[in-house]
């Protein structure tokens, strides 16, 4: 009993850790995309935070590409023509489908380009790692394949050989999407105590000690963000803060502004 619950608390720990580094790996390409200083920025960042951000991108892909590679599994395990890694292969197919999706829907338009997505460093990095997603799908399926035979191999060990694939798949292609996307930020306005005045800008962060604020809310042509501001807590007598809106969207940054009470200047 007291094994089994010590491989249960290490499993657990195990996946906090890697859920948390994938967060921190999450916030540093969006605040990389943004023109953010990344590295300083996500280390004064909550683990709480990083560990529900890592869990937000990747859950549902997980979920996803697991329900994908077990159905694959499991009409290849029907028919005896076709491999054990047969899951595998669809997980793979599946990342090249969406991925020509995105590529198609970026040539038929190519306004998307710069607005809903970017074009810069991170991107094109993100879009090789789904490439290689597929790659290493097929030669991990070669593998399977060697392993379990093709003949007369157990659905269920199959099924679990294939899920390292379809976590590295899903973790991929959501940090893919990160780093693809235009950088998405919700307005804010900071009401100070005293006469400290206002600070308006795009929410980044918080710290127990301080409001991380990206200033540049009015200024619609610049697609990041210009500055970092630290408010302190201490200092803060209300916040208003709205719907996350892309940088690369000027129209809907001057709504947004707006609905934080923020009078750009025409």
């Keep these: 009993m007291t094994e089994t619950l ?3 608390a290490g499993a657990a720990g195990a996946t906090l850790l890697v859920l948390y580094l994938f967060g921190g790996l999450v916030m540093w ?3 990389h995309a ?3 200083p990344a590295d300083q920025t996500v280390a004064v960042l909550p683990r709480e935070l990083l560990v529900v951000v890592g869990l937000r991108t990747v859950v549902v892909e997980i979920v996803v590409f697991a329900l994908v590679a077990a159905a694959g599994t499991a009409i290849a395990s029907r028919r005896v023509a076709l491999p054990p890694a047969t899951g595998i292969v669809a997980t793979a197919g599946f990342v090249a489908v969406l991925a020509l999706a995105a590529l198609l829907d970026v040539l038929l338009d190519k306004s998307m ?3 809903r997505l970017t074009g810069g460093g991170v991107a094109r990095v993100a879009g090789l790692a789904v490439a290689a997603v597929v790659v290493t799908g097929w030669f991990y399926g070669r593998w399977l394949n060697r392993r379990l035979g093709r003949e007369e191999w157990p659905f269920q060990r199959a ?3 294939s899920m390292p694939m379809v976590v590295v798949s899903a973790a991929t292609l959501g940090l893919a999407w990160e780093g693809a996307k235009g950088p998405i930020f919700p307005p804010v306005k ?3 105590t005293g006469k400290a005045g206002l600070v308006e800008g795009f929410f980044v962060g918080e710290t127990s000690s301080e409001i991380l604020v990206g200033t540049g809310l ?3 042509d610049d697609p990041r963000i210009q500055n970092l501001v630290a408010v302190p807590r201490d200092e803060v007598a209300a916040v208003v803060m709205s719907r996350s809106v892309r940088l690369t969207d ?5 709504a947004a502004a707006a609905s934080v009470g923020v009078d750009c200047p025409s």
């Design 6 to 8: 010590l491989q249960f």
């Design 29 to 31: 390409v969006r605040f």
């Design 34 to 36: 943004a023109g953010i």
């Design 113 to 115: 380009l710069g607005h």
């Design 159 to 161: 099924l679990w050989l």
């Design 190 to 192: 900071i009401v100070r």
């Design 218 to 220: 009015c200024d619609e």
């Design 250 to 254: 000027p129209d809907r940054r001057r």
